[in-house]
């Protein structure tokens, strides 16, 4: 199973990007995805994450209204949106699947991982 993340790239603020999330090997069409993110010298965040059908969505404070997930089962892909970029959004992001709990905003029930696509963004 992989999940293949790309899409990261430097950028400046104000800019847009979107990341996109390839999972190969299983099908997670039944199974909420997720985003995290990693900022050097600070701990993996949240950030968004969308149930299996798109149904349901959450997104951590400091991307509300300017972030969006969305999935297409047909293509075991998830996305990210981004808009609007911050330098504060500069980070590592990785994809995550949860086959163990239906939704969840903690990197400790997710049990597939992506290997992360680096996104900075310049002021």
């Known amino acids: 199973v992989q999940l293949q993340a790309c899409g990261g790239g430097l950028v400046q603020a104000g800019d847009s990007l979107r990341l996109s999330c390839a999972a190969s090997?299983?099908?997670?069409?039944?199974?909420?995805m997720g985003w995290f993110r990693q900022a050097p010298g600070k701990e993996r965040e949240f950030v968004a994450v969308?149930?299996?059908?798109?149904?349901?969505?959450r997104y951590v404070d400091s991307v509300k209204g300017r972030f969006t997930i969305s999935r297409d089962n047909a293509k075991n892909t998830v996305y990210l949106r981004m808009s609007s970029l911050k330098p504060e959004d500069t980070a590592v992001y990785y994809c995550?699947?949860?086959?163990?709990?239906?939704?969840?905003?903690?990197?400790?029930?997710?049990?597939?991982w992506g290997q992360g696509t680096e996104v900075t963004v310049s002021s």
């Open positions: 995550a699947v949860s086959t163990i709990v239906i939704i969840s905003t903690t990197a400790g029930e997710y049990n597939y």
């Open positions: 090997g299983r099908t997670f069409s039944s199974y909420s």
């Open positions: 969308i149930s299996w059908n798109g149904g349901t969505t």
